[in-house]
């Protein structure tokens, strides 16, 4: 059977993940989700791990007042709450999207930068203000936060399962940083699948993930691979036209509760 096997929350965009057991899914995904972002102090341009592998050492934890518990080794707990009314706005960059968004003050920054090692501020994304999704693959009312490009990320346990023996060494799922894992059906299904519902919520699968050099990061160490795994092999059977995919990029259909061990139905 079916079933969601796994949810992960990143409440700071491309730092460590939420081991979650349940959370409420609305239009953006699910409640927190990279709704705060790293961005250079010069250009506005945001930062991951792609060029700052200690990102991945910040720990930020959404609370359900939408502020973020900061945590990182060798620094003090810091609590960020949502900029107010008379926060700073900053002009900041996701990919091809600008959008001003308010900016969450000069200690989260300060505290930020003893991390990363670089000047940073950290920047929210209330709801109004969130971005158009690619109409090319979604309807005009879907809008996503500060993720690459859609709401919510699927993959399943067999797809990393055949990876990781193609590879020869398993591989943690984190290394994709999916918000869905669903278990109990073949390798790469979910490449065919359009229209899922997991409980009573329906989602649209609308394209696979394309893959960047962030999969060679070790998402505990934030150690880069020597042999660039999985990028690797991924690229022998999984590219096209330029492109590696592992995974399925997803817009929810309706608000509401998930929770692990759900049953999830194919309907398309």
């Given at each position: 059977m079916l079933?969601?096997?796994?949810?992960?929350?990143?409440?700071?965009k491309s730092a460590a993940a939420e081991v979650l057991s349940q959370s409420f899914v609305g239009a953006q995904g699910l409640i927190g989700d990279r709704r705060w972002m790293l961005v250079d102090v010069a250009s506005g341009r945001f930062l991951t791990q792609r060029a700052l592998p200690a990102i991945g050492r910040?720990?930020?934890?959404?609370?359900v007042d939408g502020s973020l518990r900061l945590q990182a080794p060798g620094l003090a707990e810091l609590l960020v709450t949502v900029p107010g009314s008379e926060a700073v706005r900053r002009t900041v960059t996701v990919w091809r999207d600008s959008l001003e968004v308010p900016d969450a003050g000069d200690e989260a920054a300060q505290w930020l930068q003893q991390v990363i090692g670089q000047p940073c501020r950290l920047v929210?994304?209330?709801?109004?203000?969130?971005?158009?999704v690619d109409q090319q693959y979604a309807q005009p009312a879907d809008r996503v936060g500060f993720a690459d490009g859609f709401p919510?990320?699927?993959?399943s346990q067999a797809s990393l399962g055949d990876l990781s023996t193609r590879v020869g060494r398993p591989l943690e799922m984190l290394r994709f940083r999916p918000n869905l894992v669903v278990t109990g059906c073949e390798p790469y299904a979910e490449d065919q699948w359009r229209r899922i519902r997991i409980g009573g919520l329906e989602f649209?699968?609308?394209?696979?993930?394309?893959?960047?050099?962030?999969?060679?990061?070790?998402?505990?160490?934030g150690e880069r691979s020597a042999?660039?795994?999985?990028?690797?092999?991924?690229?022998t059977y999984r590219e096209r036209?330029?492109?590696?995919?592992?995974?399925?990029?997803v817009l929810p259909r309706g608000c509401g509760e998930l929770r692990l061990g759900q049953a999830v139905e194919i309907l398309d």
């Open positions: 079933s969601l096997a796994a949810l992960y929350r990143y409440p700071l910040i720990s930020a934890l959404w609370q929210q994304v209330p709801e109004a203000l969130a971005r158009q919510l990320l699927l993959i649209e699968l609308v394209k696979g993930c394309s893959r960047c050099i962030l999969t060679t990061l070790d998402p505990h160490t042999d660039r795994e999985p990028l690797t092999t991924l690229k036209e330029g492109e590696v995919y592992f995974g399925q990029n």
